[in-house]
Antibody
Framework: QVQLVQSGAEVKKPGASVKVSCKAS????????ITWVRQASGQGLEWVGG????????DYAQRFQGRVTMTRNTSISTAYMELSRLRSEDTAVYYC??????????????????WGQGTTVTVSS | SSELTQDPAVSVALGQTVRITCQGD??????ASWYQQKPGQTPVLVIY???NRPSGIPDRFSGSSSGDTASLTITGAQAEDEADYYC???????????FGGGTKLTVL
């Protein structure tokens, strides 16, 4: 079945970097964008950025630009999100998700149809 | 980037119909996608596109859109529908992705 499996929980000190992986299976990895979303405890969903695994091109949310890098290794169907210069406010669950997008008539749509299990990143001194 | 606005909380009596709304400029060109998230669980896509349900999503969930507002309707709400619901789309620039703040649905 289609699934995304993420790497395990991380504990980092302020100023450090973290790299989370997301391994895809059950579909052609390069056929769908991969996006990353985070959720702090008790808070809503926040988009971090997304990547086209085929081209390697990525877009990042403005508030993370300069701190986040998204890459992939197509030979092992794995996407990566690296966040640097960590601060306590980055403590959250980070999800990867497969993107489904297209158009119906004059409208577009953009959705995330398969989600990884989430990776808890804790930033603490 | 543009924003999507949702009511923080909505309640519905068991078996009744409830509508959860999402408002934003991007919804004039994008259908909203809707996600259900139960405590401690991963979000689940329930509606995407004009009114499409992924496999396994009950047909009591439906989506609609008018102008800058999208709606998720649950017809005959069940106890297991109690959850947080989020809408999302790309923003008006088409470069970024935005989420609504989420609506906590309580089934009475």
């Amino acid at each position: 079945q289609v699934q995304l499996v993420q790497s395990g929980a991380e504990v980092k000190k302020p100023g450090a970097s973290v790299k989370v992986s997301c391994k895809a299976s059950g579909y052609t990895f390069t056929s769908n964008d991969i996006t990353w979303v985070r959720q702090a405890s008790g808070q809503g969903l926040e988009w971090v950025g997304g990547m086209n695994p085929n081209s390697g091109n990525a877009d990042y949310a403005q508030r993370f630009q300069g701190r986040v890098t998204m890459t992939r290794n197509t030979s092992i169907s794995t996407a990566y999100m690296e966040l640097s210069r960590l601060r306590s406010e980055d403590t959250a669950v980070y999800y990867c998700a497969r993107v489904r997008h297209g158009s119906f008539g004059l409208y577009y749509y953009y959705g995330m149809d398969v989600w990884g299990q989430g990776t808890t990143v804790t930033v603490s001194s | 980037s543009s924003e999507l606005t949702q009511d923080p909380a909505v309640s519905v009596a068991l078996g009744q119909t409830v509508r959860i709304t999402c408002q934003g400029d991007s919804l004039r060109i994008y259908y909203a996608s809707w996600y259900q998230q139960k405590p401690g669980q991963t979000p689940v896509l329930v509606i995407y596109g004009k009114n499409n349900r992924p496999s396994g999503i009950p047909d009591r969930f439906s989506g609609s859109s008018s102008g800058d507002t999208a709606s998720l309707t649950i017809t005959g709400a069940q106890a297991e529908d109690e959850a947080d619901y989020y809408c999302n789309s790309r923003d008006i620039s088409v470069k970024y992705v935005v989420f609504g703040g989420g609506t906590k649905l309580t089934v009475l």
